[in-house]
C-alpha cells in the first residue's frame, strides 16, 4: 500500500465534519473542485468509495478506518505542538466524547470541569443512548466514550466505571391517578410513560422483562433530555426510569416515589478510548475515571 496522503485525509475529515463539501472546502481555504478532486484521489488510491453520498454525509466502513487513524494522529500532532513550544499560545483542543444523557446529567461534567479550567480545550460532546456511544469511537467521531460494553474496540483500551441504579419513578399525585390498586400490568398499559427516544433499549428492556410489556403496548412520550425527564415525572405527567443519583433530593423531599423498590435497574458503565493517548486526553481520562468511581456504585 502506499504511504497515506495526510493531505487527502485532512479533506475526507473535513468533508464528514462539514457534512457538506463546499463549507469543507473553506475551512481548509481551498476550492470546492479541489476538495472534490482530494477525495476522488483518495478513494482511487484505495480502490473503493471512502464516502457514501446520502444526507447526511456518511463514511464507508473502510472511511471510518481512515478517519479514526487520522484523527488519532491529529490528537498527537496537537499535544505535541504544545510540548514543543510551552510559550507559544496554542489553539483550542477539540476534544469529542461520546457520552451518554444520564452521565451527561449527573457525574460527567464535575469530572471533566478543573480539566476545562486549566487547559484550552474546545469540547464536542455526542449524545446518544449508552448502548450506542461506542460506535462514535468505531466510526473515528469521538476519541473517547462513556458505554454499557465492557470489550474494547481494536486500538482502543476500556476501564470499569461503576454502576448506575435506575427508578421507576413518578409523583405522588401521578400514582394516585394511575395506580389507585397499585403498579399492576393493565394500569401501566395506560398510563404514560417517557423514554429518550424510540430505540431506548434501556426503557424497552424494563417493560419487557418486569412487565411483559412490548413497544407499543402502552402510551411513551419521546425527550431527549434526562432533565426534561424528571420535571415531566415532578409535574405529573408521565413516569421514567431514572438515575438514582439524579434524583436523591426528589425522593428525600416526596416530590418523586420509587414506584417498585424491589424493581432496580443496575447498569454498569464504562470508559473506552483510543491507546494512543498522551496530554490533556489522558488527563482527561484519567479525571474522568477517577470521579466517575468516587460517584458511581462500585460493583
Request: hydrophobic share 40%; glycine share 4%.
Amino acid at each position: 500500500m502506499k504511504e497515506l496522503d495526510y493531505k487527502l485525509l485532512r479533506a475526507l475529515d473535513a468533508v464528514q465534519q462539514e457534512q457538506n463539501f463546499e463549507r469543507a472546502a473553506k475551512s481548509l481555504h481551498i476550492t470546492q473542485s479541489a476538495i472534490s478532486q482530494r477525495i476522488k484521489q483518495l478513494e482511487q488510491q484505495f480502490a473503493e468509495p471512502l464516502l457514501i453520498r446520502s444526507q447526511p454525509l456518511q463514511a464507508t466502513p473502510l472511511g471510518q478506518k481512515l478517519l479514526a487513524h487520522y484523527r488519532q494522529v491529529h490528537q498527537l500532532e496537537l499535544e505535541l505542538a504544545g510540548e514543543l513550544a510551552p510559550a507559544t499560545p496554542q489553539a483550542p483542543i477539540r476534544i469529542s466524547i461520546a457520552v451518554n444523557a444520564d452521565s451527561l446529567a449527573t457525574w460527567f461534567l464535575p469530572s471533566i470541569t478543573p480539566l476545562l479550567e486549566q487547559h484550552p480545550i474546545e469540547l464536542n460532546l455526542l449524545v446518544d443512548d449508552e448502548c450506542r456511544t461506542l460506535d462514535k469511537v468505531r466510526e473515528g467521531q469521538a476519541f473517547g466514550a462513556v458505554s454499557l460494553s465492557p470489550q474494547p474496540l481494536a486500538g482502543c483500551c476500556v476501564d470499569e466505571l461503576g454502576e448506575m441504579n435506575y427508578l421507576l419513578t413518578a409523583s405522588p399525585a401521578f400514582v394516585a391517578r394511575h395506580f389507585p390498586r397499585g403498579l399492576t400490568r393493565e394500569a401501566l398499559a395506560k398510563a404514560p410513560a417517557v423514554a429518550f427516544d424510540q430505540r431506548d433499549d434501556m426503557h424497552v428492556s424494563f417493560m419487557r422483562e418486569q412487565f411483559g410489556l412490548e413497544p407499543g403496548g402502552y402510551p411513551c412520550h419521546t425527550v431527549h433530555s434526562s432533565e426534561a425527564f424528571v420535571a415531566m415525572a415532578e409535574q405529573g405527567v408521565a413516569y421514567c426510569l431514572i438515575p438514582e443519583l439524579q434524583i436523591r433530593r426528589q425522593l428525600e423531599s416526596g416530590s418523586l416515589v420509587n414506584l417498585s423498590p424491589e424493581r432496580i435497574l443496575t447498569e454498569r458503565l464504562y470508559w473506552h478510548r483510543w491507546v494512543l493517548e498522551k496530554g490533556v486526553h489522558k488527563q482527561l481520562s484519567l479525571r474522568l475515571i477517577d470521579y466517575a468511581r468516587s460517584s458511581l456504585k462500585p460493583r
